[in-house]
């Protein structure tokens, strides 16, 4: 699979495509590839739908180029659901807030990074040189999904563009940070994954317990903050404690 | 933990894989990444809360067709199961698949997979005591968010239980014929991704004929069938997945996505499920043969106005004579006939008291 990061003008701002995800889900489609551009306007779609939802909407789920609106359809029928969004899109066209940037502890040491080793063996890199691409990229969060919490990460840099494995690797540890098809995942739950696991974060992406149950949402901006294994473990126990270790800054 | 007066306990004396509570799910976190997880089947999980005065998507066991057994402490409670034909005993002694009944404390409530079906419901008057993760008590084992520390039911769980009304001292048959689903033709809506395939294929797909496969859960059904082919490949941008959303992977082979799947995915969705045949594929046992119609969004959204207009007019239990008749004798019982009607806002079901059918037990 390759995933495109051209910006594609035709897609980029023409009318959004209505599919149909049964009676009860709609998906608004601005593109088929990844693409800022139209990353940026699904993101400010949801943020309009979401400041004002419309009655008998659900949930809005947005994704790299789609965003999905649950609904129940006794309680708005799906003409009426377009008409809404169509005039949604027309209005919110011009993008979306200022995102937040977080800066997020990662640790590479290979007791941690289990894939580093082979990522960097079949990109042609030292491991040093991987972790300084990894570390010097600004990425920005597509989209949340597959576990809670878990961030889908646009922005890697060509050096660090690599396929999927041909079959699942045995399940990561949760704070895992991965990398796979031209993306980056932190994962905050233990999973199995086709993906390469080069890093690991102490920040909880995800806590129950926490006032901010999620930390991070789609369209927000993220860095990696290199440690060693020492500050790790600290930051790890802090993270434990309820304590907030990733920073945020707006830019 | 004693008990406060208002309170009893169900106890789980054994259980089989798979028995979790779930309640209506938990909604409104999907951006996030959090599945809603609730009922495979959400229609019988609404009947066997509404038939003990509970609002339709109250926390209630799930059971599995691994099946349960379960006892009353420090009081009784009233309960009610529905859902597949399921083969039930209290103390040693056959009940009808769907079922409301005081279960007395220290009684013994035996949940067996019966005939057909792979879920069934035991819901319990009043409010389940444990804590909500997320503003919910659905159980999603894969993440460990809900239920009882995030995992499926077994022995030696104790549910506390905030008792509402007073039971009142009497069995019935639960009256629920929108419960007998025939599997052969299960309804859904083509797309989003159904461009990623021929004509022919889209055929093929509605023609089946189709099976479920052993490899099942309730994170998805694996489809047994004509194999299908993509026509533009199969990778796509991963985009969100509601329930019943049937996504081909490269190897043909449609997999259904159920309550606990992945809140979004990079395989072409070829239709989604209609909401109301959800439950009627969640309980298909593994080789029953169906096929697939595609509906309009209107015909989709009629089915499921039908469905709602079922449940809003109350459950209405029959009285349950201890006695046994002929399938051929029961065959002609209009069941239904002279049954007075109760609302779901009552505080327990009305019982049938002008005409009373014996109901057999149905194993």
Known sequence: MTLKVDPDPATASSAPRFLDAGEAALVVQFGDSVDPAINDRVLALDAALRADPPLGTREFVPTYRSLMIHYDPLQIDRDALVAVVCRATGVVAEGRGTPATWTLPCCYDPALAEDLDEAATILRLTRDQAVALHVQATYRIYMCGFTPGQAYLGGVPDGLVISRRPAPRPPHDAGAVLIGGGLCVVAPFAMPTGWYVIGRTPERLYAAERKDAFLIDAGDNLRFDPIDLATFRDLEQRAASGEIVARKSAV | ?363
């Open chain 2, 1 to 363: 933990m004693m008990a406060a007066a208002s309170e009893a306990i169900v106890r789980v004396l054994s259980a089989g894989l798979g028995a979790t509570l779930q309640d209506a799910g938990r909604h409104g976190y999907l951006r996030f990444g959090v599945t809603a997880a609730g009922p495979m089947d959400a229609l019988a999980h609404a009947t066997a809360n509404l038939a003990v005065g509970n609002p339709a998507g109250s926390t209630a066991l799930e059971i599995s067709v691994g099946g349960i057994d379960v006892t009353a402490e420090s009081g009784s409670l009233r309960v009610a199961v529905a859902g597949g034909e399921f083969a039930l005993s209290l103390h040693g002694r056959p009940l009808p698949p769907a079922v409301a009944l005081d279960l007395e404390e220290g009684a013994v409530l035996k949940i067996r997979a019966g005939r057909n079906g792979s879920w069934c419901y035991l819901a319990v008057a009043g409010r389940l005591m444990v804590p909500k993760v997320l503003g919910s008590h659905a159980t999603h084992t894969r993440t460990g968010f809900g239920g009882l520390d995030g995992r499926a039911l077994v022995a030696g769980d104790r549910l506390g239980i905030e008792r509402s009304g007073s039971p009142k001292p009497s069995t019935g048959a639960i009256v629920a014929p929108w419960l007998d689903r025939p599997l052969d033709t299960i309804r859904v809506v083509l797309g989003p991704q159904h461009d990623y395939f021929a004509d022919d294929q889209i055929a093929a797909f509605l023609a089946g004929p189709w099976s479920v496969s052993a490899k099942r859960d309730r994170m998805a059904y694996f489809l047994e069938g004509p194999r299908l082919t993509h026509a533009r490949g199969y990778n796509i941008v991963s985009d969100g997945i509601a329930m019943g959303a049937i996504q081909v992977p490269g190897d043909g082979c449609p997999i259904v996505l159920m309550a606990d799947r992945q809140s979004t995915g990079g395989y072409p969705k070829i239709a989604n499920i209609i909401g109301p045949d959800l439950g009627r594929l969640a309980q298909a046992r593994p080789g029953a043969a169906f096929r697939f119609e595609a509906v309009s969004i209107a015909q989709a959204v009629a089915a499921r106005r039908e469905e709602a207009a079922l449940l809003s007019r109350g459950i209405v239990i029959e009285p349950l004579v201890r006695a046994h008749f002929t399938s051929e004798f029961l065959l002609g019982l209009n069941l239904i006939d002279g049954v007075v009607a109760s609302t779901p806002s009552d505080d327990l079901p009305t019982t049938n008291t002008t005409e009373s059918h014996p109901v057999e037990h149905r194993t």
